[in-house]
C-alpha cells in the first residue's frame, strides 16, 4: 500500500477570500460599529421608557391608596389611562424616528464604499 502525500498548506486567506480586502474588510468594520451603536442606542430607549412607565403606574398605585372617594379613583385612572395613552403614542414615534436613524448610520458606511467603487477609487477591491 502506498502512501500518498497531501499538502497541509492552506492558500491562505487572500486566495480563499479575494473580495475581503482593505476597503471591503474597513466597511464591515464600520458597519459593525454603526450596528452595535445602533442596538445600544435601541436598548437604552426602551429602558428608559420602561423605566418611566414603571414610575408613572407605581404614582398611580400610591394616589389611588390616598383617594378618599370612588369619583377621585375614577378620574385618577381616566387620567392615568389618557397619559399612558399619549406616552406610548410618544415612544412610538420615539422608535420610528431611532430606526430609521439607524438604518441609516448603519447604511451610510456601505453606501459611501459603494460610491467610491464607482468612482473607481477602489479598482483593486473590483478586480
Keep these: 500500500m502506498t502512501k500518498q502525500a497531501h499538502s497541509t498548506k492552506s492558500p491562505g486567506p487572500v486566495a480563499t477570500l479575494p473580495w475581503i480586502n482593505g476597503p ?4 464591515m468594520m464600520r458597519m459593525g460599529e454603526a450596528c452595535s451603536t445602533a ?8 429602558a428608559r421608557f420602561v423605566a418611566a412607565r ?5 404614582e398611580l398605585g400610591r394616589k389611588l391608596m390616598t383617594c378618599g372617594s370612588w369619583s377621585e379613583a375614577l378620574r385618577l385612572q381616566q387620567d392615568w ?5 399619549q ?10 424616528q ?16 459603494a460610491g ?3 468612482s ?4 483593486e477591491a473590483a478586480e
Design 98 to 113: 431611532l430606526a430609521s436613524s439607524m438604518g441609516g448610520q448603519m447604511m451610510a458606511p456601505e453606501t459611501a464604499f
Design 54 to 58: 414603571l414610575e408613572s403606574d407605581g
Design 87 to 96: 406616552d406610548y403614542l410618544n415612544q412610538t414615534k420615539r422608535m420610528i
Design 24 to 27: 471591503t474588510l474597513d466597511s
Design 39 to 46: 442596538c445600544q442606542a435601541w436598548q437604552q430607549e426602551v
Design 120 to 123: 473607481g477609487r477602489h479598482t
Design 81 to 85: 389611562a389618557g397619559t399612558m395613552a
Design 116 to 118: 467610491s467603487m464607482e
